[in-house]
DNA sequence: GCCAACGTTGGC
DNA sequence: GCCAACGTTGGC
């Protein structure tokens, strides 16, 4: 099992739209970034945990946990012309980008911020905190995620 | 709103 | 293949 950080803009989809969604559930689309892509094809398998993370907001940090409860399908908004995502170099028979759906599993009793996750020497290596880091998708070590959760 | 840090594009 | 220009991300 892998475990995982997603970072959405609360203004667009956050935690809070997602655990409203139909059991909670949504897909996500919209990825457009080569390695973010290959982490979600390649790596993220039904069951793996995934921190929420709030980015582009007031508190930028970890809002709650979700997990995959689908692995990697076509990401159809690529197709289309009129979404927002949509990839003209990108046809239906050779999709390019694919998405995940994610299911809401709780959220955290308050907000783990950036500033914090930074503050802690023990995370030293968590991609969300290396410098210039700017992947929408990411892996953490289940150590940093025990981690992480101790600081709830 | 500013700006650093990327990733992508396209001319050559 | 190089690299400048451009677009995007995302903290602050």
């Not at 990825?31 to 993220?44: C, T």
């Not at 076509?74 to 012309?81: E, G, I, L």
């Not at 503050?119 to 991609?127: F, Q, T, Y």
């Amino acid at each position: 099992m892998k475990y995982w950080l997603m970072k959405s803009e609360p203004g667009e989809f956050g935690i809070d739209d997602l655990e409203k969604r139909p059991g909670g559930i949504e897909h996500w689309d919209g990825v457009r970034n080569y390695q973010a892509r290959n982490m979600m094809r390649d790596g993220m398998k039904r069951g793996d945990p995934v921190f929420f993370y709030h980015s582009n907001c007031e508190l930028p940090g970890i809002v709650g946990i979700a997990q995959i409860v689908r692995e990697a399908y076509p990401d159809h908004t690529a197709f289309d012309p009129d979404h927002k995502h949509y990839d003209p170099a990108c046809k239906p028979d050779q999709p390019r980008w694919c998405m995940v759906d994610v299911g809401f599993v709780s959220k955290l009793k308050r907000t783990i911020s950036l500033a914090e996750l930074k503050d802690r020497p023990e995370l030293e290596g968590l991609a969300l905190i290396r410098r210039g880091n700017r992947l929408s998708i990411m892996p953490v070590e289940k150590s940093q995620w025990d981690f992480i959760l101790s600081l709830e």
